[in-house]
């Protein structure tokens, strides 16, 4: 649990140090990659405190442009089978139960990756 800001008090003193442009570089990607300020960061090494780096995300974006259409593709071909089976009668049903589940969780899918590519763009 957090402490409350009464229990730390205010920042009113400053600590001063010498470092080399190279170890500073270090610091600052380091604190860039777990999203905190260099201060902050400093301030958890030095109280050993717990250092979450963020996720990287690496991606081409042409890559997920290609995949996205394969996966429009996919529904479309899958909205087509349905509408056979469902032409089909009885003997079809399992069938068109399974293809609605699947195209159920590609939506899902695809809801999931589209919101995860807004949080990754939020954080840039």
């Known amino acids: 649990m957090a402490r409350k800001k009464k229990?730390?008090?205010?920042?009113?003193?400053?600590?001063h140090f010498r470092v080399s442009e190279a170890f500073?570089?270090?610091?600052?990607?380091?604190?860039?990659?777990?999203?905190?300020?260099i201060s902050e960061f400093c301030r958890r090494v030095l109280l050993n405190r717990r250092i979450k780096k963020l996720p990287v995300i690496i991606h081409d974006e042409r890559y997920i442009i290609q995949e996205l259409r394969n996966i429009n593709k996919l529904e479309k071909d899958f909205d087509q089978i349905a509408r056979y089976l469902e032409e089909g009668g009885e003997l079809t049903q399992p069938f068109?139960?399974?293809?609605?589940?699947?195209?159920?969780?590609?939506?899902?899918?695809?809801?999931?990756?589209?919101?995860?590519?807004?949080?990754?763009?939020?954080?840039?």
């Open 7 to 15: 229990e730390l008090g205010t920042k009113e003193k400053t600590i």
């Open 24 to 37: 500073y570089e270090v610091i600052a990607h380091e604190a860039k990659q777990c999203g905190l300020s």
């Open 96 to 124: 068109l139960k399974k293809i609605e589940k699947v195209s159920y969780d590609l939506d899902i899918a695809i809801h999931d990756f589209n919101s995860a590519v807004e949080d990754e763009y939020e954080m840039a």
